[in-house]
């Protein structure tokens, strides 16, 4: 039976390369990449078996391996994998629970990334071979890590394939391993602070002495362990990697007991009472614009993923200035105004995402200019909490009220802005955008020139009217801050402005294009 499990994956992965020529290419270049990263690993694995520095080169080995394990959990998790061994495939076979799980497990060892992983393990045991001991060690570790890292990765997968098998759970779980990304950005400043050059060993060191003890760590402990001489802690290491491996087999046994008789999950209808948004709204065309965009906001994946990452893109800027060496004074004025920036142009393509629901626009003659102002207000209501709470929580932390006038007209200036010019690129220039139900994550139907200059002149022209409330607020700043005053004024009085002439030259673009924009979502 493992045989016939065995050749099935074999045939599977055959069947990769009878895809169109461009896609082979492309595995091909995958395959190469990978195989090739694997065999400089293991020159360099290689290399280390005459290094007599067996403190450094364990503690080494013992975070990227742990590091390792659990990318092998985390990645199916967050990023889903494509089960094409699931065990519920071989549901109507008739297999026992014990062989269809010992089949499958087998079946895990054709693939890439077990190749890899072989390679890298057995360069282990070579860099452990200082003596027969040592050797048979390293050979018992690194076997019960390549069961473990395999095993883990079919647990992780069938947990991804059992509860993340609707579209709002894979949506979910890819939005919470971004979060998860920008929660570590702490640990990496911390990390790259550190002075490794003089005390980058010790840090090592230390990070090592508890992970060798943790389920993540122990089995690549052992034969470093051996080789310090420390023979007590590398047999008790190695029990504690044997459980772990005995506990895992024991969770991957029950897992294919439960997913034989789970059908796979199938995302629910809801049901909804009354009009929603249409009934608090008022009546007009504006207000059953606002009432669509509302609704949109809050059940549609395209939108509250693109609201959650408004607040991420602070923390990815401000984290390489912080490791630039930037004061933390600067620092904190950065949020709000790249949040307000972000909200702002997150509008200019808007149109675009009602794919061919726009002809309810066009065929009930919606004057362009309510349909403007309809899109507009969800935005702003969300760009005024942010600016109002943002601005008041970043003066209170610098503990300098004289910075809140500025705060409030840059902000303003790159949220109006951005809605002024997005209101007139929406209808002029809408480009693909990924149609409603499918993953906000996946790649637009068809992407051209057109999308990153819109995408850069919406951007650009938010830019430019929020320059001269950044000028004022650098010189309130450096100079006197007479000028935060200034900045304010020309920041409202700019994004006012613009919003107005956006908004009317963007709703004569709407009735004067209605049947283009119309066409344009249909070849979409």
């Known amino acids: 039976m493992v045989a016939q499990f065995l050749r099935l994956k074999l045939r599977l992965l055959g069947n990769i390369f009878r895809r169109s020529t461009w896609q082979v290419v492309g595995i091909v270049i995958g395959l190469i990449y990978g195989l090739g990263l694997a065999a400089l690993l293991f020159a360099g694995l290689v290399g280390l078996r005459f290094s007599d520095d067996v403190e450094i080169i364990r503690s080494a080995f013992v975070v990227a391996g ?11 998790l967050i990023f ?18 014990r062989s269809l799980a010992i089949g499958l497990a087998v079946a895990a060892v054709v ?19 200082r003596g027969v001991g040592e050797t048979l060690l390293a050979i018992i570790a690194a076997a019960i890590a390549f069961a473990t890292c395999l095993l883990l990765a ?6 991804a394939s ?5 579209r709002r759970a894979r949506e979910l779980s890819g939005v919470l391993g971004l979060l998860l990304i920008v929660m570590a950005s702490p640990i990496i400043v911390v990390l790259v602070s550190v002075d490794w050059e003089n005390s980058g060993v010790s840090v090592m060191e230390s990070i090592a002495a508890v992970l060798s003890w943790t389920p993540f760590g122990a089995v690549f402990a052992v034969p470093g362990d051996a080789a310090a001489g420390q023979w007590g802690a590398a047999i008790v290491k190695l029990l504690i990697a044997g459980a772990t491996l005995v506990l895992i ?51 549609d994946a395209r939108y509250w993923v693109s609201l959650i990452m408004v607040p991420i893109v602070p923390v990815i800027v401000m984290v390489p200035l912080s490791l630039a060496g930037v004061p933390t004074e600067y620092l904190w004025l950065i949020p709000v105004p790249l949040m307000c920036l972000f909200l702002g142009w997150s509008l200019h393509n808007d149109t675009a995402y009602d794919s061919t629901a726009i002809w309810l626009h066009v065929v009930s003659g919606v004057r362009g200019i309510s349909d403007r102002i309809g899109r507009l207000v969800p935005v702003l209501i969300a760009g005024v909490l942010v600016i109002g709470l943002g601005s008041a929580v970043t003066v209170f932390v610098l503990n300098d009220w004289r910075l809140l006038p500025s705060l409030l007209g840059v902000s303003t200036a790159l949220l109006l802005g951005g809605l002024g010019v997005g209101s007139i690129t929406s209808a002029r220039f809408p480009y693909p955008a990924v149609k409603p139900g499918d993953s906000p994550f996946q790649q637009p139907q068809a992407t051209g020139t057109i999308t990153a200059l819109v995408q850069s002149i919406t951007m650009l022209g938010s830019l430019l009217v929020a320059l001269p409330a950044v000028t004022f607020a650098a010189l309130g700043i450096f100079e006197d801050p007479a000028w935060h005053a200034a900045s304010l004024a020309s920041g409202v009085a700019l994004g006012l402005a613009v919003l107005a ?15 283009e924009i119309l066409g344009a979502a249909i070849r979409a």
């Open 249 to 299: 087999w024991f969770g991957w046994q029950a897992l294919v007991a439960k997913m034989l008789v789970t059908p796979g999950r199938e995302a629910s209808a809801k049901s909804y009472r009354g009009l929603g948004w249409f009934d608090r709204l008022p009546q007009g065309a504006a207000g059953a614009v606002a009432a669509r965009s509302f609704t949109y906001w809050f059940r």
């Open 162 to 166: 059992l509860l993340l098998a609707t």
């Open 66 to 76: 742990s590091l390792t394990v659990l990318g092998f959990i985390v990645v199916p």
């Open 111 to 129: 693939g890439v990334p077990a190749l890899v992983l072989a390679l890298v393990l057995l360069g282990t045991v070579v860099t452990w071979s």
């Open 154 to 159: 079919r647990v992780s997968t069938g947990f």
């Open 80 to 97: 889903g994998v494509d089960d094409t061994m699931d065990p519920r495939r071989f549901a109507l076979f008739g297999l026992p629970d």
């Open 501 to 515: 002439i956006g908004v009317m030259a963007g709703g004569r673009v709407f009735d004067r294009r209605g049947p």
